[in-house]
């Protein structure tokens, strides 16, 4: 959510930032999704979110593209 409001600005993105983005908006999206699928309403409306987190073998392939480049 850092970059919302700067999106024209990510023309000045190297590519480790650019990707460094995507992957971070990657990360955003897929939150969003787990919870929702992982989780009922009902369960979401009392959720400690501190509590959770994403599966670690998503976050080590997103550390891997990061090292791509």
Same mark, same amino acid.
Request: hydrophobic share 40%; charged share 35%.
């Given at each position: 959510?850092?970059?919302?409001?700067? @999106?024209?600005? $990510?023309? @000045?993105?190297? @590519? *480790? @930032?650019?990707?460094?983005?995507? %992957?971070? *908006?990657? %990360?955003?999206?897929?939150?969003?999704?787990?919870? %929702?699928? $992982?989780?009922?309403? &009902?369960?979401? *409306?009392?959720?400690?979110?501190?509590?959770?987190?994403?599966?670690?073998? !998503? /976050?080590?392939? !997103?550390? &891997?593209? /990061?090292?791509? /480049?």
């Amino acid at each position: 959510m850092a970059f919302e409001d700067v @999106d024209d600005k $990510t023309e @000045d993105l190297n @590519d *480790r @930032d650019e990707l460094a983005f995507v %992957i971070a *908006r990657e %990360i955003e999206c897929q939150w969003d999704l787990y919870l %929702i699928n $992982t989780y009922s309403v &009902k369960e979401l *409306r009392t959720l400690d979110l501190s509590q959770v987190s994403l599966p670690q073998e !998503w /976050l080590l392939k !997103w550390l &891997k593209e /990061l090292n791509s /480049l």
